[in-house]
Nanobody
Framework: QVQLVESGGGLVQPGGSLRLSCAASGRISSINILGWYRQAPGKERELVAHSTSGGATNYADSVKGRFTISRDNAKNTVYLQMNSLKPEDTAVYYC????????????WGKGTPVTVSS
């Protein structure tokens, strides 16, 4: 069984920073894609960023230049450094994982809320 456990959400003022962490555990492959999605109230879940075990990264246009995804493969952990936060970044942030060889299976964490407000 695969588990993804997020941490690091909270309340921050506009322009502030937060760092999210997600640790993957269980029967997982070292060949994987780990990433972050978010869902704001009344909106669909959307991709924020993802990172492959091979080193590739991808970002939503709305967060490019402000958010940075990184990972520690030895710890099966992915991070999301969020800078210059805006009120529109307010959402529940979910960790997502896909692991070889079954790339069609999505695993999700329970989510961590991020609120950007003065």
């Amino acid at each position: 069984q695969v588990q993804l456990v997020e941490s690091g959400g909270g309340l921050v003022q506009p322009g502030g920073s937060l760092r999210l962490s997600c640790a993957a555990s269980g029967r997982i492959s070292s060949i994987n894609i780990l990433g972050w999605y978010r869902q704001a109230p009344g909106k669909e879940r959307e991709l924020v960023a993802h990172s492959t075990s091979g080193g590739a990264t991808n970002y939503a246009d709305s967060v490019k230049g402000r958010f940075t995804i990184s990972r520690d493969n030895a710890k099966n952990t992915v991070y999301l450094q969020m800078n210059s936060l805006k009120p529109e970044d307010t959402a529940v942030y979910y960790c997502n994982g896909r692991f070889a060889p079954i790339w069609s299976m999505d695993y999700w964490g329970k989510g961590t809320p991020v609120t950007v407000s003065s």
